[in-house]
């Protein structure tokens, strides 16, 4: 045989040889992930939900997806309608109570779906709301920022961790450097505020090139550096899938981060973790929609809130709560009983927005309420809040000026920037679909509850929005009394000067 040709076979089946060793490792690799994944989804479909979904039971569990507005369902909404004695000893990282307790009424925590198994299942109920899979990465990009900048007030990073250490063990209270998924976004976009900051001291440079806020490096680390990071891949991208799924980095599962790490890394194997975040979310009290933010509040006072009034109602007959309110020992640090305790330090050095905004929100409304009390309550309260959160948010992007994080300002951002973030959350684009038909279906089984759609269009607008709070028209009252007043003091006044002259 010809050398070159005995060479060139040699050279190939060298090639062919390695090719197969290497593949091998993949093959096998994948087909371990597809068993542990496939193991897991069937597990998990296979628990079955025996009660009518529609039918609050004793314990309300409500699943916060972070950056959907759940914080404000709690202050809200939940508040409103749970005496304090009746919420879960809860944390956001870690189960601090005894599910065995019959008083405990109320959890609300981040935490995923494998909390489940340290529930009573059977006695249970889940709620949740979603967003839209690409203005929630904005969203958590935004608030990562925001909190990691409320600490550049600090010379360095060192004087910025150590207070927020002493902070920490003097308040005794859950802040957000407690709560997962910011106990590991803050921390990252904390230091890379501060190093971009000595960066800028040391070459002397503070011009900004960009007059895109999401896209300033001298100033703050750009989105599509951000959603490419892998602290980004592993917890921020379809987020709200592994949630629910009960997969994420703090999931109570022992087989989860397995699971995860080969879905990520897999994206085929993702179809089996939809299909089970889908069931979960059919087997819901409630599925809400951000978006959707007018009906959703509707929806949620008139399902979840009228029952847990009428269950709460019952339960006064018996006189259980009122025992319970006597007997209860616990009580909760004033930094976790707050609206504004996402941080470690208030936006003004006293703290009196921190204490306006609790004034604000606080304080339950729930002897002889019904779902109209609730919403008017909720107005109210949301209307508080929200002017706090922006106060909040104004005072921290000051310091990262010219960022400024806007609606208008997410125009700017490009087109491949969108689809990176849409094809990192594949998953989650695909469950809010699916959380969109789970609201249609919600809304129908309403229209169908309150016996025409007229009627429930009726109870959307007159219960938020356009229609007037009891505070409101008294407000509006007392204005239109001190007008007559003044109009008859000041008709007075010129009869009394005519007479004079007469």
Known sequence: MD??????ILLFLLGFAYVSVNAAPFKNDYGHCERVVKGWAFSSLKQQVKEDKHTLRDLLFFLHVPRTGGRTYFHCFLRKLYYSSLECPRSYDKLRFDPRKKQCRLLVTHDDYSMMSKLPRERTSVVTILRDPVDRVFSSYEFSVEVGARFLVHPNLTSATQMARRLRLKTKGVSTLDIWPWKYLVPWMREDLFARREG???SGTFDVQSDDPYNMEE?????????NHPIAQDIVHNGATFQVAGLTNNSYQPDSHEVRHCVQKYKLLGEYVLQVAKKRLDDMLYVGLTEEHRESATMFA????AQVISQLRGSNSSGEINAANDKSEQSYPVSDSKPNNDDLQSSTPDGKESEIASSETGGAVKENMTVGDLMEAYEDCISSLRKAQTRRRTSSLKRISPANFTKEARLQVSEVVLEQI?????LDLELYKYAKDIFAKQHKHAVQTFGSSDRWESMLHSSYGTGMTFWKRVSLGMTLVLLLLAFFV?????RRTLKIKL
Do not use: C, D, W
């Open 3 to 8: 050398p070159t040709l005995r060479f060139s």
């Open 200 to 202: 800028r001291k040391l």
């Open 219 to 227: 100033i703050v680390m750009p989105l599509h550096e951000y959603i």
């Open 302 to 305: 008139n399902v979840v809130g």
């Open 422 to 426: 849409r094809q990192f959350n594949h």
């Open 490 to 494: 000041f008709v007075n006044a010129r």
